[in-house]
């Protein structure tokens, strides 16, 4: 029922930006939670960042706070993460999801989101 569509990855090097898109369709996103998260080889799965739908509401893991923005454009249905003073550690695949249960409690568990994109790889150079 809901599709997601993400592009904006590529290599960039240390201190490079990039804007990272995230396209949903299928269905009225009012109410819904979207999360970003990474992987990078041998490691788990690494929750970045979230945004709640209707309260315009933001968070973000340690790792990437003052580095990483999210933001939606609802005319869109596309969540946007904006990534500044990327390093090589921030390599990795990366992955948007969206579930209507997940709540402030839940947006840091990947296995609770029903709905995900396919990954876009970023790699950042020394």
């Known amino acids: 029922q809901v599709h997601l569509v993400e592009s904006g990855g590529g290599l960039v090097q240390a201190g490079g930006s990039l804007r990272l898109s995230c396209a949903a369709s299928?269905?009225?996103?009012?109410?819904?939670?979207m999360g970003w998260f990474r992987q990078a080889p041998g490691k788990e799965r690494e929750f970045l960042s979230a945004?709640?739908?209707?309260?315009?509401?933001?968070y973000y893991a340690d790792a990437v706070k003052g580095r990483f923005t999210t933001s939606r454009d609802s005319a869109k249905n596309t969540v946007y993460l904006q990534m500044n003073s990327l390093k090589p550690e921030d390599t990795a695949v990366y992955y948007c999801?969206?579930?209507?249960?997940?709540?402030?409690?839940?947006?840091?568990?990947?296995?609770?989101?029903?709905?995900w994109g396919q990954g876009t790889q970023v790699t950042v150079s020394s």
């Open positions: 999801a969206v579930d209507s249960r997940i709540t402030i409690a839940t947006m840091t568990l990947a296995d609770r989101y029903g709905y």
């Open positions: 299928g269905r009225t996103f009012s109410g819904y939670v």
């Open positions: 945004i709640t739908w209707g309260g315009e509401r933001t």
